[in-house]
């Protein structure tokens, strides 16, 4: 059988998504019925971070530990990947030793070689230019919260960084209209916005992108290896903050997300994930639930 990734969103088919958020659902379920479940006795993922992590580590080595696996941290602090051992050899030493890998990083191509040259499923736990995980969370949440998401209006406010290239993924995967409001400059990727054209829409003000929303969703000014921007781009983002007043103009029954870690005062208001619109902590928790079901999809028990 060959070894399914998953690097970004289109790895996997509408499908396939559509049944991993599902599973999701199903699996947080079970947890919470006290269900033990545990089909990866035997199995280890190894757990790869360049870059720090607070939601992701815990969320996959508490969930592999569920499933009754276990889960090696790496740190590039401490391994000779962070002393220069070529990716491809490193791909290769390490996939002959687990069954399932996932890696936080930052160039999207080193995590491309790594599964090139990886003997097992390699899932990307966020790249400078993607963050597929958190995606399933979010569409996971949603589908929770409101039912289905194809057909919405899904506004991004902010930096067009990895979280907002996901999105236009999953406008894409699973049929939604995305409007992106950013300053000049700061827009997604290029070829991906060429390439969904049909999709994603930029405008330049949050209250224009908000208007009839039914999900609203930001993140950070200065993701993971751009804080010597931070100054810069807290004055470029002025009035792309998140708020309540903002979340007025979207639907009334819209709700907003955000990935965490959030900074009050800068992309979102004080008092902004404490405003009942919010979903933020139950999407947090759904990290755990849907990369349950995304290393169940990839790592099926018959598959040893
Ligand atoms: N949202 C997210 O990926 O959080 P961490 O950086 O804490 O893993
Ligand atoms: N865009 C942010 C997401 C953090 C989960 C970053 O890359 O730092």
Known sequence: MKTRHFLTLLDLT??????????????KAMRNSGEIYEPMKNKVLGMIF?????????????????LGGQAIFLSSRDTQLGRGEPVEDSARVISSMLDIIMIRTFEHEKLELFARYSKVPVINALTDDYHPCQLLADMQTYTEHRGSIAGKKVVWIGDGNNMCNSYINAARQLDFQLVVACPKGFEPDSTLCAANADRVTIVRTPQEAAKDADLIVTDVWASMGQEEEQKERMEKFVGYQVSPALMDLAHEDAIFMHCLPAHRGEEISEDMLDDP???????????????KALMEFLLPANNS
């Open 277 to 291: 619109r919010s979903v933020v902590f139950d999407e947090a928790e759904n990290r755990l639930h849907a990369q």
């Open 50 to 66: 360049e870059k720090s992590s607070t939601r992701t580590r815990v969320s996959f080595e508490a969930g592999m530990a569920q």
């Open 14 to 27: 509408p499908q396939e998504l559509q049944q991993v958020i599902a599973r999701a659902t199903v699996l």
